[in-house]
């Protein structure tokens, strides 16, 4: 009687560990944050956000330093909030664009630092702004021969 009382408290426990597994890799794949890691954030206007999601990657020179908080629509542009590590220092004449990046098309941030020695400060607007280029769009122009 005592060895079945001990394989299920065996299967209990290795039930529960897995489960609290399966919860840690949900968060993880689905890029959550349970806990705030801190840093700071910035704005962005775009004419066109088109396949671009929150929490998508924020790169400057292939590092990631941040990811995308928020989009919403204002004055009938996309308003693009950006959270940034708080070490990076983004200087005022940064361009911000929106890019492709594999084979599936996965959309990111790119930021291109210019040679301002002036930063930006948290909640400050990125005015240099470029949109994703439109694959269909530019397919139908050249095949109509708009190119």
């Known amino acids: 009687m005592r060895r079945g009382w001990d394989l299920e408290l065996i299967t209990g426990a290795f039930l529960i560990l897995g489960i609290l597994a399966l919860g840690y890799l949900s968060i993880r794949l689905a890029r959550m944050e349970v806990v ?27 590092v990631q330093v941040g990811r995308v908080k928020s989009i919403n629509l204002e004055d009938y542009q996309a308003k693009v909030i ?25 959309k990111y941030v ?25 694959l269909e769009e530019l397919i139908a122009n050249f095949v109509f021969g708009k190119i």
């Open 36 to 62: 705030g890691r801190g840093g700071y954030h910035l704005i962005a206007r775009f004419s066109s956000v088109e396949g671009l999601k929150n929490g998508a990657v924020v790169e400057i020179a292939g």
């Open 110 to 134: 790119r930021l291109s630092p210019g040679g301002s020695e002036t930063y930006l400060k948290p909640g400050e607007e990125i005015l240099e702004t470029e949109a994703p280029i439109n």
């Open 82 to 106: 950006l959270s940034l590590q708080e070490n990076v220092k983004i200087p005022e004449d940064t361009i911000v664009s929106i890019r492709t990046k594999g084979l599936l098309g996965e």
